[in-house]
């Protein structure tokens, strides 16, 4: 068997400097590439950073107002245009109230048109103008130097029933903006067995609307639209209480009108 030498591995002077010139050119070649996808990737960075600035403004979760009013309820938005309008609170519209019925105790008192309003509101202010929860005022009775600024049958209403120590019930109309009587006249159609329930009623009440609106008030904080006397399940004498808070929500709470504990709290959106 014939054996072969080995090749002569010996690299001539210019074939060195040939592989060297390629080395030099490589390695230039992929500093360069390097570099533009750094660049390119931190001009990528700092577009998705800008983005990332943008979305969250965009989103529902992170929006303010006027978003915020789109996700309100309808009865939310209601009690909010309402009560951005109201100027006489419920403390002063029960003290005018009462100023009207002499030795009145009142038995109601509540924004017109509010939900939860309790019988002091009219269910349908917009279609009826109806004042009383009888149906027996109406804007059409008010004086005709009204001091509402658009007319009364568009400026918020306080309704109040207050009555006289035989029961005969009075229907009190005041503008919530000016604190101004609009209307005060008995309620129609009183039978004797209605007179004479107000009348046991009001002798048992220990606790006044306003120490009752304290209560829930100071249980929860909020405007005070509706306080109504009635009874409860268990046929308790109660101040139903509405409080409506800084998200537009409604607690009604049953406050005794004997002790002045709250019996039952009810949130409505």
Request: hydrophobic share 30%; proline share 5%; with cysteine.
């Amino acid at each position: 068997m014939r054996s072969e030498s080995p090749r002569n591995k010996t690299v001539s002077p210019r074939t060195r400097r040939l592989r060297v010139a390629g080395a030099l050119g490589a390695l230039l070649a992929a500093t360069l590439m390097t570099g533009c996808g750094q660049s390119s990737g931190d001009d990528t960075s700092t577009a998705t950073s800008e983005a990332a600035k943008v979305m969250p403004n965009q989103s529902g979760s992170g929006s303010a107002s006027p978003s915020s009013t789109a996700q309100l309820t309808q009865e939310q938005t209601k009690r909010k245009d309402v009560l951005s309008k109201v100027k006489i609170t419920f403390d002063k519209a029960a003290t005018t109230a009462v100023g009207e019925v002499a030795g009145g105790k009142l038995t109601a008192l509540g924004l017109e048109g509010l939900d939860g309003s309790g019988k002091s509101a009219s269910p349908s202010p917009e279609a009826t103008g109806t004042a009383s929860p009888s149906g027996t005022a109406s804007p059409s009775h008010s004086p005709s130097g009204s001091p509402s600024p658009s007319g009364s049958s568009t400026a918020p209403k306080w309704m109040a029933q207050v009555a006289e120590t035989d029961g005969t019930v009075h229907i009190v109309t005041i503008d919530a903006v000016s604190g101004d009587v609009l209307d005060s006249k008995p309620e129609a159609n009183q039978s004797d067995a209605d007179k004479q329930q107000t009348a046991d009623r009001i002798a048992k009440v220990k606790e006044m609307p306003q120490q009752a609106a304290q209560v829930a008030t100071d249980k929860k904080k909020g405007i005070v639209t509706s306080v109504d006397l009635d009874e409860n399940g268990s046929q308790t004498l109660v101040w139903k209480v509405d409080v409506v808070t800084k998200d537009w929500k409604m607690t009604t709470f049953d406050v005794d009108a004997e002790n002045g504990k709250i019996t039952n709290e009810q949130v409505k959106d």
